[in-house]
């Protein structure tokens, strides 16, 4: 068997695969396979940095990245793994891995993550000889949304001069600015930091006449400031 990137085989010859990989699995798949293609193109999927290990010709386990950048470096997020069930306890995965990670690096993908069931522990298992680390946990939810009848709502056309901005939806909120700069979130930033304290009144018509109230007090400050400096 011999590992190799998943750029020489159809999309349709990786979804079989996936879907006999994932059958039995924790969350049943969807069996459409438009649905595949099109979360994969969606999700940046780059077969050229996907790999699969190769039975004769005959896919029988892979690794699906998508790429994508973070910060300025490349990151392979790891999409899916799978391995059909006749060929699992081989040591497949850990193998796609060790060429992969290489040859991910050697093309300048520094990083790569990934998602995994707390349930399946043997994958946490065998992610973790690889060399994976948990970083974080998610907690997620499935389950029927229940949409409850509203009110009927009427559209009709109203001439522009018509309507009372001060009654549209926000108006009227209040904002705060700061006479000083604001820290940023940013560790490395230890300038002083200063409550937000000066009230700023919002409204719809303001906004609408071009008139942003919340910069002009910023404009006020630095004109005040400026004009201390000077004296």
């Known amino acids: 068997m011999i590992v190799n990137n998943l750029s020489k085989i159809s999309v349709n010859e990786l979804i079989d695969c996936f879907l006999k990989a994932f059958e039995g699995y924790y969350?049943?798949?969807?069996?459409d396979k438009n649905y595949y293609k099109e979360r994969w193109k969606a999700a940046s999927v780059d077969l050229n940095f996907s790999y699969g290990m190769f039975?004769?010709?005959?896919?029988?386990?892979?690794?699906?990245?998508?790429?994508?950048?973070?910060?300025?470096?490349?990151?392979?997020?790891?999409?899916?793994?799978?391995?059909?069930?006749?060929?699992?306890?081989?040591?497949?995965?850990?193998s796609i891995y060790d060429y992969a990670l290489r040859d991910l690096w050697m093309n300048g993908v520094?990083?790569?993550?990934?998602e995994v069931i707390r349930k399946n522990k043997k994958a946490i298992r065998c992610y973790e000889?690889?060399?994976?680390?948990?970083?974080?946990?998610?907690?997620?939810?499935?389950?029927?949304?229940?949409?409850?009848?509203?009110?009927?709502?009427?559209?009709k056309e109203l001439a522009l001069k018509?309507?009372?901005?001060?009654?549209?939806?926000?108006?009227?909120?209040?904002?705060?600015?700061?006479?000083?700069?604001?820290?940023?979130?940013?560790?490395?930033?230890?300038?002083?930091?200063?409550?937000?304290?000066?009230?700023?009144?919002?409204s719809s018509t303001n906004y609408f006449n071009g008139n942003d109230k919340a910069l002009n007090v910023v404009m006020k400050l630095i004109k005040t400031t400026e004009s201390r400096n000077k004296n």
């Open 27 to 31: 969350v049943k798949m969807p069996s």
């Open 55 to 94: 039975d004769k010709g005959k896919l029988v386990g892979f690794i699906i990245h998508a790429i994508d950048k973070r910060f300025g470096k490349l990151i392979a997020f790891n999409t899916g793994t799978g391995v059909l069930p006749e060929y699992r306890r081989k040591g497949i995965v850990h």
């Open 110 to 114: 520094k990083s790569s993550t990934l």
């Open 129 to 155: 000889k690889v060399g994976f680390s948990i970083s974080k946990k998610y907690k997620c939810y499935s389950g029927t949304i229940k949409i409850e009848k509203s009110d009927r709502i009427n559209i």
């Open 162 to 202: 018509s309507i009372d901005w001060s009654k549209l939806p926000y108006s009227g909120l209040m904002g705060i600015v700061a006479s000083q700069y604001h820290q940023t979130s940013k560790a490395e930033d230890h300038r002083k930091w200063i409550a937000l304290h000066i009230p700023v009144t919002l």
